[in-house]
């Protein structure tokens, strides 16, 4: 089994992009669709009919948010159920003729999921994974003004609006011997909502990513690309990223992660992430860092297998 208990976060979102919940992925650039059996639930419902490596559960706890997943792989049928908890956080000075305030846009989002997955042969194509995650999702949006001599940037729980909606992702991947490709597609119906207590609305639609991999005993790159904009929230922009992720393995027990994410719609400039890995009899501490033109973002978590 595989547990991992929070050590310390720090970070912010940006889009309503993908969303990222783990050390290990942070420090890749956010590449996760096309390996990794313990992020299934989180990434890629279809790796949870991957061969067990060397543990048949994985439960994880990452520091990014607040989120816990468990993993039970098999390729006749697994399985994962995760619980996430994330936001979407915007503020912006705005000045008019009589006042400057501080303008609030954000998504507060609670998740619960269950994933089931198996090896499939699909018309010409045989031994497919394919996974499928069923979820229910909690909204509670804000969309309000204060003055900036009483600004706070704790959002006041009076200018929320709540929402609620059931929704589904679909995976794939497929093993070539070391090479891994995936497709993702999530959030597979539509929903419009209003944005706090306002006109103002965001949209939940579909998401779909493509990630190609090479993995061998030592090493790992991955490139995961958008195939579809992603809406921002608030006074974000949209996006629409492409990642690549490499990881290699310098000594039995220690990895050195890197990573870089583009958003390919708008000015704005990439993500470089870094990490540390490192397994001990069972214990695994992973460490990530990333930066970008609105600031770093710091992850840690430590995971114990047995």
Same mark, same amino acid.
């Given at each position: ?22 050390a290990?992925s942070a ?13 299934a639930a989180?990434y890629?419902?279809a ?9 048949? =559960?994985?439960?994880? !706890?990452?520091s990014? /948010? ?9 390729p006749?049928?697994?399985g994962?159920?995760?619980? !996430?908890?994330?936001?979407y956080q ?20 609670f ?12 018309? =010409?194509?045989?031994?497919?994974l394919? /996974?499928?995650? /069923? ?12 003055? @900036?001599?009483? %600004? ?18 679909i ?16 959030n ?21 990513? !493509?990630?190609? %991999? ?10 995961d ?7 921002? @929230? /608030?006074f974000?922009?949209?996006s ?5 992720? =490499? ?12 990573g ?16 540390l ?20 973002? @710091? ?8």
């Open positions: 089994m595989c547990s991992s208990l929070l050590l310390l976060l720090s970070g912010h979102a940006t889009a309503m992009e993908f969303p990222l919940f783990d290990r420090a890749l650039g956010g590449v996760s669709i096309a390996h990794n059996i313990s992020n989180f890629n419902p790796l949870a009919a991957l061969e067990p490596e060397n543990f048949d =559960w994985y439960l994880l !706890a990452p990014i /948010g607040e989120a816990m997943q468990l993993t039970i792989p098999s006749s049928l697994g994962s159920l995760y619980v !996430a908890d994330y936001e915007t503020a912006k000075v705005t000045t008019d003729n009589t006042a400057t305030n501080l303008a609030h846009r954000s998504l507060e989002v998740e619960i999921g269950f994933s089931a997955a198996q090896l499939q042969d699909i018309l =010409w194509m045989e031994s497919i394919v /996974g499928v995650t /069923g979820k229910i999702s909690l909204f509670k949006s804000y969309a309000y003004s204060e003055p @900036i001599a009483n %600004a706070s940037l704790e959002l006041d729980s009076d200018q929320a609006n709540n929402d609620s909606e059931l929704n589904l992702d995976g794939f991947s497929k093993e070539y011997g070391v090479w891994k490709t995936a497709l993702v597609l999530k597979i119906f539509s929903q419009e909502n209003n944005l706090g207590n306002t006109s103002e609305s965001y949209s939940i639609g579909p998401q779909i990513r !493509a990630g190609f %991999a090479y993995q061998s005993r030592r090493s790992l790159i991955e490139f690309i958008d195939l579809l904009k992603n809406q921002g @929230i /608030g974000e922009s949209d629409m990223y492409a990642a690549v992720g =490499w990881e290699w393995r310098m000594f039995p027990a220690f990895f050195l992660r890197l870089y994410k583009q958003n390919m719609v708008g000015d704005t400039q990439g993500v470089a992430s870094g990490g890995g490192l397994q001990l009899w069972g214990l695994q501490l992973d460490a990530a860092a990333s930066a970008d033109e609105d600031g770093e973002g @710091i992850y840690m978590h430590a995971a114990w297998e047995f």
